[in-house]
């Protein structure tokens, strides 16, 4: 579509340019360093790469009418599994993706990488997919003009184990990594050429208006599916669906 200029005589396919794009996110993102409260920085597109390999190949090699855009993996979740918002059993049993997940270099001991093996739901997850899985039945058919990415590829944690998110470290902390995740998610709007870019919560949309810059692209967002919402736990599946139908991104 108009607004975002594409260049993709190499690599050969979406699939293969969504790769590359990913795999220089991944060394970019390897360089930086962060100060306290950060004391972990988990890094799936290292440890989990042939999960998010399988997902980007199995799943991106076609152009997107909606982009969906999350902040950055859960620790039960992409931090597991290598998928965005990364629930297991809709990775495993709806996406078909299953992988060996190794560990990131230093884990912190109150929150293991245990891959397909964790025992824990992502939440966020589970609602996110659950809502895709009810509305289109199959991954195919969602993916067929749908995709989601994090806007952030790494999960961070504090010493004594807590999660936290970009929006919540300090602003210096965070320049040179939004400036790497901007020019990531301007790539993967080249690639996809998507009509819609949703940010999924607050945070998100405001990096999706920043990266379309003016291109012909319209930017939304959707209530975000954490627990820790709460509005999100009276059922956030129909308060999606209903904001998507409104905005005309789904018909009714």
Same mark, same amino acid.
């Given at each position: 579509?108009?607004? &975002?200029?594409?260049?993709?005589?190499?690599?050969?396919?979406?699939?293969? @340019?969504? $790769?590359?794009?990913?795999?220089?996110?991944?060394? @970019?993102?390897? /360089?930086?360093?962060?100060?306290?409260?950060?004391?972990?920085?988990?890094?799936?597109?290292?440890?989990?790469?042939?999960?998010?390999?399988?997902?980007?190949?199995?799943? =991106?090699?076609?152009?997107?009418?909606?982009? !969906?855009?999350?902040?950055?993996?859960?620790? !039960? +979740?992409?931090?597991?599994?290598? $998928?965005? &918002?990364?629930?297991?059993?809709?990775?495993?049993?709806? #996406?078909?993706?299953? *992988?060996?997940?190794?560990?990131?270099?230093?884990?912190?001991?109150?929150?293991?990488?245990? +891959?397909?093996?964790?025992?824990?739901? %992502?939440?966020?997850?589970?609602?996110?997919? +659950?809502? &895709?899985?009810?509305?289109?039945?199959?991954?195919?058919? !969602?993916? *067929?003009?749908? &995709?989601?990415?994090?806007?952030?590829?790494?999960?961070?944690?504090?010493?004594?184990?807590?999660?936290?998110?970009?929006?919540?470290?300090?602003? #210096?902390?965070? =320049? @040179?990594?939004?400036?790497?995740?901007?020019?990531?998610?301007?790539?993967?709007?080249?690639?996809?050429?998507?009509?819609?870019?949703? +940010?999924?919560?607050?945070?998100? %949309?405001?990096?999706? /208006?920043?990266?379309?810059? =003016?291109?012909?692209?319209?930017? *939304?967002?959707?209530?975000?599916?954490?627990?820790?919402?709460? *509005?999100?736990?009276?059922?956030?599946?129909?308060?999606?669906? %209903?904001?998507?139908?409104?905005?005309?991104?789904?018909?009714?």
């Amino acid at each position: 579509m108009p607004g &975002f200029r594409v260049t993709l005589s190499m690599p050969h396919s979406l699939s293969d @340019a969504l $790769v590359c794009a990913a795999l220089t996110l991944r060394a @970019a993102v390897e /360089r930086l360093r962060f100060n306290p409260p950060v004391t972990h920085v988990y890094n799936p597109l290292n440890y989990a790469w042939p999960a998010h390999e399988a997902y980007l190949r199995r799943f =991106g090699n076609s152009r997107k009418r909606v982009v !969906f855009l999350g902040m950055n993996p859960g620790p !039960f +979740g992409m931090a597991q599994t290598g $998928v965005p &918002f990364g629930e297991i059993s809709a990775v495993r049993d709806w #996406m078909g993706i299953e *992988a060996d997940i190794s560990k990131p270099r230093r884990e912190h001991p109150k929150r293991p990488i245990e +891959g397909f093996a964790c025992p824990r739901s %992502e939440v966020s997850g589970k609602r996110l997919w +659950g809502l &895709f899985a009810e509305r289109f039945g199959s991954a195919e058919k !969602f993916f *067929a003009e749908h &995709f989601v990415v994090n806007f952030c590829p790494v999960a961070f944690l504090d010493k004594t184990g807590r999660n936290l998110t970009p929006d919540k470290l300090p602003g #210096m902390a965070t =320049g @040179a990594l939004f400036a790497l995740c901007d020019a990531h998610l301007r790539r993967v709007a080249e690639i996809l050429q998507p009509h819609w870019l949703i +940010g999924i919560g607050d945070f998100a %949309e405001k990096r999706a /208006r920043l990266a379309a810059n =003016g291109a012909e692209v319209k930017v *939304a967002k959707i209530l975000h599916p954490s627990p820790a919402s709460p *509005a999100a736990n009276r059922n956030w599946a129909g308060k999606a669906t %209903e904001q998507l139908c409104a905005l005309g991104v789904w018909g009714t």
